[in-house]
């Protein structure tokens, strides 16, 4: 699996930035047309029976790709993956013939229970295997490769026996599946466990990375009173993470880029103005890297 | 310990608001840390409340934030969903709602809220019903004096018949826009007829009768058979027909055999 597959969007000539598409800008987006990479939607939101959810996404995938993120497959599950839902996905594949299409290490479902979270299991051999035949199934069943999300977590498992870096590879190694690079989850991840976001990213798989979110996140406190983010995806994007963003793009170069926003959704304009800032993330690392290359 | 063994731990402490975090989750310090762990506990919560409010804005407007949240808070830690299907997550909460306000004596003037929440829940359903064509009035035209009274209706999917003893759907209707709402002229009930002919969910108070009609006739009856169990001989089939035609409920005429 080469890179320029889980990238297709980066061969498009500018730099490909997306947002979430959310309903309540959809009048705005139709009569604006702004130039943008492409929309991301979330698979669940899509899995109603009919009505102005599918007409709305149909309308926007007539003039942009469309990126398609999972949020409740729960891959991340020790016990088999919900058959039903994994065709529910499916099925939205394939109505909407995404470019790329998403999941999250996490499990959210247990014993027939839901819980409407993204939750972290450790990284030992036996979960990295039972995740491996979860994403050959996914793969399978959607007849193409996906990408799996790192996680941000606010606990680690006494049982952990691998890196997450190294588990994201193995994965991405055993099954060919691309990953999506939250890097807004890195530095919730760095902070709350006190590693390095900078050391975390050098280890990371960079060449299996086919698309990258961006998000905001919120301050707390944990009981001995250490800073705990949040990923509340309910803000713009935090300097340091635009940071550790310019430093991926000059590793990585142009690649597909969401600009999450989900809570507190803002007006159109606003969500518009972070996207032209990935933009011009991209371009300023790009010409670094040039500039460098001269020098040497 | 196995991944089973730890999935199963951390759900069971998710699910019991009491219970310690569970030993193998670790924050800085190598320990449980309750507030690392009450993050997820919150998300879920709030997540839920998150659904129940985008589900009954009207209900929410009508008691306010903070009552709604409490309520939904309850109903949250009681109902748990199923399924990662959420679209339906929330629909027995009118039920809900009916149960706790009979135990709430103070608040007579709230009896309308069940109501509100039935109507809210079914314009839910109807705008994430499956897509269909609508029969129109030049299909009815078309039938003949003798087709007529054998002649059955297939209802759109998307359709949703309720009847309501307070006035919830006029109520409802005032709450839409951001003009404030003005209580109902006549605190009556009221059958109302939810539609959805193409992306719009369309909401109506029937006339008398029309709501029986409607029932017979969505129970498979044909159009004799559903206008004389109502035993008014002031009722006008063809008025009524039309109606629901126009209203966007009909998805296909079967016209009957004649005789």
């Known amino acids: 699996m080469t890179v320029a597959d889980h990238r297709s969007l980066g061969t498009l000539g500018a730099p490909s930035v997306g947002v ?11 009569d604006t047309r702004p130039q943008l990479g492409f929309f991301e939607v979330h698979a669940e939101n899509y899995m109603g029976a009919g009505g102005a959810p599918h007409r709305r996404v149909d309308a926007i995938r007539e003039r942009y790709p469309l990126s398609l ?11 088999p993956l919900d058959r039903a839902h994994l065709q529910r996905l499916a099925a939205v594949a394939k109505r909407f013939e995404p470019v790329l299409v998403s999941e999250h290490l996490a ?10 979270d993204l939750l972290p299991l450790p990284y030992t051999d036996e979960t990295v295997a039972r995740v491996s035949e979860h994403i050959d199934e996914v793969q399978n069943a959607l007849g193409r490769t996906m990408l799996l999300e790192n996680p941000s ?10 890196a997450e870096t190294d588990f994201l590879r193995e994965i991405a190694r055993r099954t060919g599946c691309g990953l999506l690079l939250d890097v807004s989850n890195v530095f ?5 466990h006190g590693f390095d976001p900078d050391r975390y990213l050098a280890d990371f798989p960079l060449s299996a990375v086919g698309e990258i979110h961006l998000a905001g996140c919120a301050e707390d406190s944990d009981d001995a009173g250490l800073p705990l983010f949040i990923d509340a995806h309910n803000s713009p994007v935090r300097d340091p993470v635009w940071s550790l963003y310019a430093t991926t793009i000059r590793r990585l170069g142009p690649t597909p880029t969401l600009i999450e926003w989900d809570n507190d959704v803002p007006a159109w304009p606003t969500l518009l103005s972070e996207a032209r800032r990935a933009e011009r993330a991209i371009v300023d690392a790009t010409t670094k890297t040039l500039e460098r290359a001269d020098v040497l | ?25 670790h924050g800085r310090m ?68 009916a149960a706790r306000i009979s135990e709430v004596q103070a608040e007579p003037s709230l009896d309308y809220l069940p109501d509100v929440a039935r109507l809210e829940n079914a314009w839910v359903e109807a705008y994430h019903a499956e897509d269909a064509l609508v029969a129109t009035i030049d299909e009815i035209a078309a039938l003949s004096a003798d087709q007529l009274p054998e002649t059955r209706i297939a209802f759109h999917p998307a359709v949703r018949l309720l009847r309501l003893v307070t006035p919830a759907a006029s109520i409802w209707a005032s709450h839409q826009g951001d003009a404030e709402p003005s209580a109902p002229t006549h605190w009556i009930g009221e059958d109302a007829l939810l539609t ?64």
């Open chain 2, 1 to 25: 310990m196995s991944f089973e063994t730890t999935v199963g731990a951390f759900a069971a402490a998710l699910g019991e608001p009491s219970a310690p975090p569970p030993a193998m989750t």
């Open chain 2, 30 to 97: 190598g320990a449980p840390d309750a507030r690392r762990f009450a993050v997820y506990r919150n998300n879920v919560t709030v997540g839920l409340i998150g659904a129940l409010e985008a589900r009954y804005p009207v209900s929410r407007r009508i008691v306010g934030d903070d009552f709604f949240r409490a309520i939904a808070r309850i109903y949250v830690s009681a109902h748990r969903p199923r399924s990662p299907l959420m679209v339906a997550y929330g629909d027995d909460f009118p039920d809900f709602i």
């Open chain 2, 196 to 259: 959805r002919p193409d992306c719009d969910v369309k909401v109506r108070v029937l006339p008398p009768l029309a709501y029986d009609f409607a029932l017979r006739l969505r129970e498979d009856a044909t159009l004799i058979e559903a206008a004389l169990a109502l035993n008014d001989p002031a009722f006008d089939l063809g008025t009524h027909l039309v109606g629901l035609v126009e209203s966007g409920a009909v998805a296909s005429i079967i016209p009957g055999q004649t005789s």
């Open chain 1, 69 to 79: 993120h999972g949020v409740g497959l729960s891959i991340g599950s020790p016990g």
């Open chain 1, 153 to 162: 977590t606010y606990v680690v498992f006494a049982e952990s026996t691998w």
């Open chain 1, 107 to 116: 499990w959210s479902t247990h014993e027939g229970a839901f819980f409407n």
């Open chain 1, 20 to 30: 979430g598409f959310k309903p309540e800008h959809f009048e705005a987006i139709v």
């Open chain 1, 188 to 192: 919730v991840s760095a902070v709350n």
